[in-house]
């Protein structure tokens, strides 16, 4: 790993520098990881008094869990409804952007703040609009004959987080592809454009592949987003219902944690959203390798 | 541009108005909501135009709150928000600057390990291993204090690796001639590495301040007591009292000021919030 070329000589100042971030590292991730990594192949017995080493009776458990597996389906469908959705639209206001120079910065401006927004008080916001007693959108929808409830319908309940996570997504999505166009070179559109190819064709074909890169990198960050850092959104809005339609892992994890206290199968659950976090965080880093070698 | 096509320019312009207007919406009903009284939504359809109840409804939280909905005065709850929100952003500056550049200025047995360990908070986000984690903060006595809100969060890779990505660019120069100058570590990093790392710092801290305004488990799990309740956790109490009593005007008003402090840094220091964001993901 990369130093430089010469350094300077102290056998403690390095560990005492390192020391902060690393007792904290040490106390708050690692050891907690372990503790469910060992918790996760343990069964306590009802009264918490003592606990059995089961190997991977918890995991096997989990997995033919109809409630477990039924997480997982909800997880899909949410990450990958706000990935499409989000990066779509992002997508769309990115190419609109970099088409309008001059007003480029003030447009801008109006859609980057939504990242600022806490999840909870996006899935307030939204909560808000869908509301089926006050909310504007259930009193559109009434008039197309449809009647909104995201307490009672399971769909309605998805599509409403959907919404209010990918909304608050938009922001990022669209800065990193407003970078991704700007460094597309003009001069390929510019020669596409003289062979005859119209706006959309040179799009599709030139600029999207050569967009690529981006377009993978920030799918694996909204997979990651959707599936770690939209708590709030869900425990603000539906809380996992109705019927458990949106209990996804992350929030599954803390309701069977904290309210059902299920140590065992709770701390299983912790080490496979571990696992996929580490899945994601190695396929994120692989990308940045291969963006330096071209 | 390729071409001046001006159907095109015109859809352009279209759609960035119609995304604008769907971006800000939410927002915008929101704002109505609080400033209406709480029989203004009887007739079953929220009110398009503010209100005359704007000052009674914020004074109302942010002087009293909703005790009873386990909303203590919103001032409070924004003083706490605010002082975790600078402590968290600061802390997780101070002790990444200092590990990068022990990472990257010092050659010492255990430092591809340490850098590894350090890499590994990015796989292991709070909501992951959170029963554990509460247990140890618990075992710690640090529940209800702001040791307990600010400290298990303040690791950061993120910001370790922008900082060391960042001192690999400062030339070599910079520091030989430090050294031949007669200047030690610590004299280099305070005169040299700090003042040209300030831009970064900067536009980190905006990045970090948003993080920690906007954590949510984390503090809902450790405080118990009013007194050290933040403003994100607070608004979803509000809501979820407030939703059976029809009292949507003041649960808006909540959640716009709850949003507001952290949007209106991004909207007034755009471009390092831009450069912040694109440089913590590389």
Redesign the interface.
């Known amino acids: ?8 000589h ?2 403690v ?3 005492f ?2 020391a ?3 007792i ?10 372990a ?2 990594i060992w ?1 996760s192949f343990l069964r306590q017995d009802p009264f918490g008094l003592k606990a059995t080493f089961v190997w991977f009776a918890n995991y096997t458990r989990l997995l033919d869990d109809p409630d477990y597996l039924n997480a997982l389906g909800a997880t899909f469908v949410f990450s990958v409804g706000v990935t499409v959705l989000s990066m779509g ?1 992002s997508l ?2 990115a190419v ?2 970099n ?3 001059r ?1 480029g910065r003030f ?15 996006a899935g ?6 869908f ?1 089926p ?4 959108i259930p ?1 559109l929808l009434s008039f197309l004959g449809y009647e909104w409830n995201h307490r009672l319908h399971t769909g309605d309940a998805m599509v409403l987080i959907i919404i209010a996570a990918a ?1 608050k997504q ?1 922001s ?1 999505n669209f ?2 592809f407003v ?1 991704g166009l700007q460094s597309v070179p003009q001069s390929l ?2 020669a596409a ?1 003289i062979d005859g190819a119209g ?1 959309f064709k ?1 799009f599709w074909t030139v600029v999207f592949p050569l967009l690529s890169p981006t377009t993978f ?1 920030l799918a694996v ?1 909204n997979i990651t987003y959707a599936m ?2 939209t ?2 959104i869900v ?2 809005t539906t809380s996992g219902g109705p019927s458990q339609s949106t209990n996804i892992l ?1 929030y599954k ?2 309701a069977d ?2 309210i059902g206290l299920n ?1 065992g199968p ?2 299983a659950q ?1 080490v496979i ?2 696992l996929i ?2 899945v994601l ?1 190695v396929v994120q880093f692989r990308w ?1 390798e291969r963006k330096v070698q071209y | ?3 001046n ?1 001006p159907f ?2 015109f859809l ?2 279209l ?2 108005i119609l ?2 207007l769907t ?5 915008y ?2 704002f109505i ?1 609080s400033t209406h009284g709480p029989t203004d ?1 009887m007739s ?3 009110p398009l135009l503010p209100g005359d109840h704007f000052s009674a409804n914020y004074g109302y939280l942010l002087g009293t709150g909703e005790s009873t909905a386990g909303a203590p005065p919103f001032l409070l709850m924004l003083a706490n928000s605010l002082a975790m929100a600078i402590m968290i952003a600061f802390g997780k500056i ?3 600057i ?2 990068a ?8 047995p ?3 390990p ?2 590894w ?2 890499f ?6 709070v ?11 618990a075992d710690l006595g640090m529940l209800n204090s702001y040791s307990g809100l600010v ?6 890779a993120t910001a ?1 690796f922008l900082f060391r990505q960042f001192f ?1 660019t400062v030339p ?1 120069e910079m ?2 001639a430090a ?1 031949v100058d007669g200047a ?3 004299k ?1 990093f305070r005169d040299i590495l700090l003042p040209l790392s300030r831009t970064n710092i900067a536009a980190l801290f905006i990045i970090m301040f ?1 993080y920690g ?2 954590q ?2 984390w503090p809902m ?1 450790i405080t118990t007591e009013p007194h050290y309740y933040t403003v ?2 607070g ?2 109490r509000l ?1 979820s009292v407030l939703d059976g009593d ?1 009292q ?1 005007n003041l ?2 008003a909540g ?1 716009i000021l ?2 507001l402090p ?2 209106l ?3 007034f220091m ?1 471009r390092l ?2 450069k912040g ?2 440089e913590t ?2």
């Open positions: 790993m990369q130093t430089k070329r010469t350094v300077f102290s056998r100042l390095p560990y520098l390192l902060p971030q690393l904290i590292t040490l106390i708050f991730f690692v050891w907690p990881a503790q469910a918790q639209l769309l206001f609109c952007v088409r309008v120079l007003s447009y801008t401006t109006l859609l980057v703040w939504p990242y600022a927004v806490a999840p909870a008080a307030l916001l939204w909560w808000f609009m509301n007693s006050v909310g504007i009193y909304w938009i990022y800065l990193f970078a559109t510019e454009a706006p040179r990198f960050i770690f850092d708590f709030g425990d603000a992350v994890v803390y944690g904290f140590l709770s701390a912790s959203l571990m976090v580490v965080t940045i | 541009m390729v071409e096509r095109l320019n352009t312009h759609v960035l995304g604008v971006v800000v919406f939410p927002v009903l929101a909501a939504f079953g359809i929220v101070a002790i990444s200092i590990s550049f022990a990472i990257v200025y010092f050659r010492f255990l430092r591809v340490a850098f360990l350090i590994m908070t990015l796989m292991l986000p909501e992951v291993r959170i029963l554990p984690t509460y247990k140890v903060v400290i298990p969060v303040i690791a950061s370790t690999l070599e520091m030989e050294r030690g570590p610590m280099f948003i305004w906007n949510y488990l799990l994100v956790m608004i979803k809501a029809n949507w649960v808006m959640v709850a949003g952290p949007v840094v991004i909207i755009q919030f831009v964001l694109v993901e590389k």
